[in-house]
């Protein structure tokens, strides 16, 4: 197991068990949120969800929390019953410190934990949209930023990165992801870690990150969120636990277990996971924490009796702390006195919690400073600069007919939909922490950016269209800017969707636009892929836009007035229909692969590829590849190379993906695994040789009882602007 303290800390961390008593111990595995109390019986955690999904605005959630009477559960963090809570305010989080440190026996500081998916204040693009970048370097400053950002609120703790592969756009928390790929989930992964943990200068720089949600949440039967998974177990290691590893490997302190069940076991109570593979295999060294309420779910679940039978078994499974339920609080005394549970796993639990807060400098900075929180008041100018680039480079542009794009700063636009003027449904699913001044709409953007845009709102998601509208839609505008797409609560969680396709009456809406005879540009605002085939067919022009954060009416108009190349790429793959879903390039080769035959592996109504492949994406300059080598450099070692030259007339940045297929091994293999990529600035007219070193040991795989394989064979070899446009170069290898 990799140590995470110095041996003087280490000492400290026991000289501090030894003292505890049983029952403060445990207060370190109970974490809490603030209690909403005098006639509201709605849990916070609750209260968080309804405003996160829309059912409550963010305006009425702070009304609600200045109006209410709150529990801070001071008496039990006086008593040393209390380990964590998630709170934001610098004042709260100072004054119930003071409690812990100053006024219990032990005085063991709080620490405060909270969702910063995307961004603290200076919420940046969701990680499905973020991920596209392929920007390293950009994962790991967003992340830096919301570090700094939090640690002057006091929440030393991010529920965050979210790691879960995901291939299935029905399910609404793919947008909290890198995507479907397992390679480009480790790098953001390993990139995410070093920003939010890497500056540890000083505790105001850096933050526990918290891996979420371990393991195989993206996998959901059907798409539907918290629902049951079933899986090979050569899938499971091959796919959905790289990007975990890799972020133990980077150094990850925290790691929050997933609701579903794997294979008939929840992993809120799963030892195989959190012990047998986490804890043994990986070397993780710091805490697990339950998701919200998870614990008690293992009743619902089936897989425990009552709420004791599930705190001792998640226990004994590896879950060091409870977030919610205050199980652990109630029955682990009784459950560790009646010798149900050893004493071993809770003072485990209590030495692996203490542990990452002297990591994280608790014991000697537990206060946030007056300067500290004066700091983010206003937002600084390079953290607002920031958000701005990641939305630029997270924006994907899908079709560009007659290079209807970049638009003309004179044109006459008329901006359509009623996403395009709401400055709040820029953010994203779960971001909680932003201000509304912060925020630019795409008509805030595009009227700042273009000299002749006219506004008409014509409709939505979830309202009516008005004809009238779009026919002066149409007859103003040179062109058409049509904004339309997802709601925020239409995806995150809680927010699966059988059907995928624009909700509402946006189609309808399109087809009157496209009626006028004017070109329309469909700009999407949405959290998940979405199936779009008939909008590919008859739009001129179709932007991929997610939700970019707090600056993205800025980075859209940049990218349409052509200030910005655009340079995003898909991280996940768009189906042709929701039924296609899970749609994904790196699937398994089958026996009769779907072709125009009918005894293929096809549907009758739909191709069997993905719309958009994994890794599309269009710039406003071109690109040709060429010349594809591979060699073997030595004998642990191949180099792969290719010429790529910008043969546009802009400068531009081409992510160079490198792909591998193993083609005959003792396991069927993927058609197609990503295993390299360069992001690369060409000027127009340049060409640039594009060369990655791949060790050979990284061809191999797990097979189902979790033995890691490298088998001589032949190797394909990729190298294009996609997974679907690639050059092709075979190699037979030995690995003797």
Request: proline content about 4%.
């Amino acid at each position: 197991m990799r140590e995470i303290l110095t041996a003087e800390q280490t000492k400290k961390i026991e000289d501090l068990l030894s003292q505890m008593t049983l029952e403060e111990k445990i207060g370190q595995m109970n974490q809490v949120s603030p209690s909403i109390v005098g006639g509201f019986t709605v849990p916070f955690e609750e209260l968080i969800e309804m405003m996160t999904d829309g059912r409550i605005s963010k305006e009425e959630f702070s009304k609600i929390m200045e109006s209410a009477e709150q529990d801070y559960h001071e008496d039990e963090i006086r008593a040393g019953k209390v380990g964590s809570l998630m709170v934001q305010d610098p004042a709260a989080v100072n004054r119930l410190q003071h409690i812990a440190v100053e006024e219990s026996r032990l005085g063991i500081p709080l620490i405060f934990g909270l969702d910063v998916i995307h961004g603290f204040r200076s919420v940046y693009p969701i990680a499905i949209a973020e991920a596209g970048s392929f920007d390293v370097d950009l994962f790991e400053r967003t992340a830096a930023m919301a570090a700094r950002e939090s640690r002057a609120s006091g929440v030393a703790w991010h529920f965050a990165p979210m790691l879960d592969v995901a291939r299935d756009a029905r399910w609404g928390r793919v947008s909290e992801g890198p995507g479907e790929d397992p390679y480009l989930g480790s790098v953001f992964a390993r990139a995410k870690i070093r920003g939010l943990q890497g500056d540890r200068s000083s505790p105001d720089n850096y933050v526990a990150a918290c891996l979420k949600h371990y393991i195989c949440y993206g996998a959901v039967e059907a798409g539907r969120d918290y629902n049951t998974v079933s899986m090979a177990m050569h899938l499971f290691y091959n796919c959905y636990l790289k990007p975990f590893a890799a972020a133990v490997d980077e150094g990850a302190v925290t790691v929050m277990a997933a609701f579903n069940d794997l294979n008939g076991v929840p992993c809120t109570v799963n030892k195989f996971l959190l012990r047998n593979i986490l804890k043994e295999s990986l070397g993780f060294p710091g805490f697990v924490v339950s998701d919200a309420n998870a614990i008690r779910e293992c009743v619902v679940h089936g897989i425990a009796e009552d709420q004791a039978d599930a705190g001792i078994k998640a226990a004994f499974a590896g879950m060091d702390m409870d977030m919610g339920t205050e199980i652990y609080a109630k029955h682990l005394k009784d459950a560790v006195e009646s010798g149900k549970l050893p004493l071993e796993v809770v003072d485990e639990a209590a030495r692996r919690i203490l542990s990452v807060k002297m990591w994280l400098g608790l014991f000697d900075h537990p206060y946030v400073s007056e300067d500290l929180m004066k700091k983010y008041e206003v937002l600084p100018q390079e953290h607002i600069d920031l958000a701005r680039e990641a939305a630029e480079k997270s924006i994907v542009v899908l079709k560009n007919e007659k290079n209807l794009l970049p638009l003309r700063k004179d044109a006459k636009i008329s901006l359509v939909g009623t996403l395009a003027d709401i400055p709040e449904e820029v953010v994203g699913a779960w971001s909680i922490s932003w201000r509304k001044e912060d925020c630019v709409s795409i008509r805030q953007g595009m009227e700042a950016e273009f000299e002749n845009v006219r506004y008409f709102p014509c409709g939505g998601p979830e309202g009516d269209v008005s004809y009238n509208e779009a026919v002066e839609a149409g007859e103003y505008g040179d062109v058409i800017v049509a904004v339309l797409g997802e709601t925020i609560a239409m995806s995150g969680e809680a927010s699966s969707k059988a059907e995928i396709a624009l909700p509402g009456r946006q189609r309808e809406l399109l087809e009157c636009l496209l009626d006028t005879g004017k070109p329309v540009v469909l700009v999407l605002m949405n959290g998940r892929p979405v199936a779009i085939r008939w909008e590919n067919e008859f739009m001129n022009a179709i932007v991929e836009a997610w939700h970019l954060g707090i600056r993205m009416g800025d980075a859209v108009a940049a990218v349409l007035s052509g200030k910005v190349n655009p340079e995003g790429k898909l991280s996940s793959s768009f189906p042709a229909a929701s039924g296609q879903c899970p749609v994904y390039y790196n699937h398994m080769n089958t026996g009769r692969p779907g072709s125009k035959s009918k005894f293929t592996s096809r549907y009758l109504d739909c191709p069997p590829e993905s719309l958009y492949p994994f890794g599309y994406g269009l710039s406003y300059t071109t690109y040709e590849y060429k010349d594809l080598m591979v060699a073997e450099a030595s004998p642990e070692e191949l180099e792969i190379s290719v010429t790529v030259s910008n043969t546009g007339q802009r400068d531009g940045r081409e992510t160079v993906q490198f792909y591998t297929q193993d083609v005959c091994a003792s396991l069927v293999r993927p058609v197609k695994e990503l295993k390299r990529f360069e992001k690369v600035p060409l000027k127009a007219g340049e060409t640039k040789k594009v060369q990655v070193t791949l060790p050979k040991k990284e061809l191999g795989f797990y097979d189902n009882d979790g033995v890691y394989r490298l088998e001589d064979g032949l190797f394909r070899f990729y190298a294009g602007g996609s997974s679907a446009d690639c050059l092709q170069e075979e190699l037979r290898l030995s690995f003797s």
